[in-house]
């Protein structure tokens, strides 16, 4: 163990009440805080499928197009093909909006009253 990390952990034993860290906790709030964190996660992994998914299209797309003049003879696009990978990227992203509404339900669920961010109307997501 260096010194850095010595000095950095020796003062972790303070409590929340003089500003040290505060120990997660159980039932609800730590049902929800897992919750957050697992729904976060699944979001951005369909968001990066669907961008992978549109970055191979969009490749096949440009390689097209870059050969307007049939100099590097490229072939014609397979619209099957690409309307397939379009259809999964978008199922990517609609699963992902799906896990959106999940979270934004969470959150709702979790503001304490009083502390509501969007008092008189719905939130805009």
Not at 21 to 49: F, P, S
Not at 65 to 81: H, R, T
């Amino acid at each position: 163990m260096t010194a850095t990390s010595t000095a950095s952990t020796a003062g972790d034993d303070k409590t929340a009440a003089d500003g040290g860290r505060k120990e997660c906790e159980h039932g609800m709030a730590r049902a929800r805080e897992e919750e957050c964190y697992h729904l976060t996660n699944l979001i951005r992994d369909c968001l990066d499928e669907a961008g992978h998914l549109v970055g191979k299209v969009n490749a096949e797309v440009t390689a097209r197009y870059a050969d307007w003049s049939g100099a590097e003879n490229s072939q014609p696009l397979d619209y099957a093909e690409i309307g397939r990978i379009v259809a999964e990227a978008h199922d990517c992203a609609s699963m992902a909006l799906g896990y959106f509404r999940s979270l934004a339900d969470s959150v709702a669920v979790s503001v304490p009253r009083g502390d509501d961010p969007y008092p008189d109307e719905e939130p805009p997501f």
